[in-house]
């Protein structure tokens, strides 16, 4: 039976960091010189399930998948990705890069003393997630893809696509310094805020939820890192290393998603030599949080 990583010194999470709804535990694991809070759940000798969340939220964008996932014998671990709510926050944007955000994901299946893990990610956690089938096909056992496509799907389709270059503005405005952080934090995060509520379904986030983004948000330094992301990645322009992903991988679609075309889900899939897609036609960019249940269980499927 693997061990539990040993916990990174310092401060513990705070005590209300974690929903009495959620199950789980909530420690620091060092990876990759960066100290990771992660969220932890189920039979510590279960399949490695990591679960990475997009912007701007944090682990808790995963929060009901986590009971159902541990469950069904997975141990679940839900990083918040470095910058985000309580890990740690580097200064330079270069710290940003894919490559170091894969490293993280490899290094924290190290710590749990793994050769695999199923990754499942949701925005920019599947980017993430593309990132490591792409160029690190041996440490995946299988990838869940929520809503974002294949990095060279996506970066051709910007290329030819007006209409995506102008669902993905914010990734320009993203670029000026100092700005976006500032924007953001009028009306205690009014603009982030309505534009997670009106970008989904009616009712999929309330008060409290918000609640705990706000205070994520307002940790020092988080939403300055949380925008170098974006940030790190025009300036790098990463260039994936195959255009094709061995690992056996499911797209997961809100149809209805506002920032990203549809036809970059089928596009995706067909540069997996092993994938499927799953389109679900009532729900949008935050799938995750409109239909969980579906969610969940097309991840349990996939990883059987």
Known sequence: MS??????????????EIPESVPGESRFVDANGVRLHVVEAGPADGELCVLLHGFPEFWYGWHEAIAPLAEAGFRVVVPDQRGYNLSG???????????ELARDVTELIDAYDRETAAVVGHDWGAAVGWWLAIHRP??????????????????????????????????????I?????????????APIVNGMRHSSRPGTFDARDFDRYRRAWSRPGAFSAMVNWYRAVVRERPVAASPTVEVPTLVIWGVEDEFLRRSMAAASVER?????????????HWIVHE??????????EHLA
């Open 3 to 16: 061990s539990p990583p040993r916990s990174a010194d310092g401060p513990s999470p705070p005590d209300d």
């Open 89 to 99: 926050k580097p200064d330079r944007i270069a710290a940003y890069r894919l490559d």
């Open 138 to 175: 041996e440490r995946l056992r299988r990838l869940v893809a929520v809503n974002v496509p294949h990095p060279t799907v996506f970066e051709r389709t910007l290329r030819g696509s007006w209409r995506q270059r102008l669902k993905s503005w914010y990734f320009l405005a993203f670029q």
């Open 177 to 189: 310094p100092r700005l976006p952080e500032r924007v953001a934090r009028v009306g205690d995060w």
């Open 272 to 284: 997996c030599t092993d994938g499927r897609l799953l389109e679900v036609h009532d729900a949008g």
């Open 291 to 300: 239909r969980p249940g579906r969610v969940v269980a097309a991840i349990r």
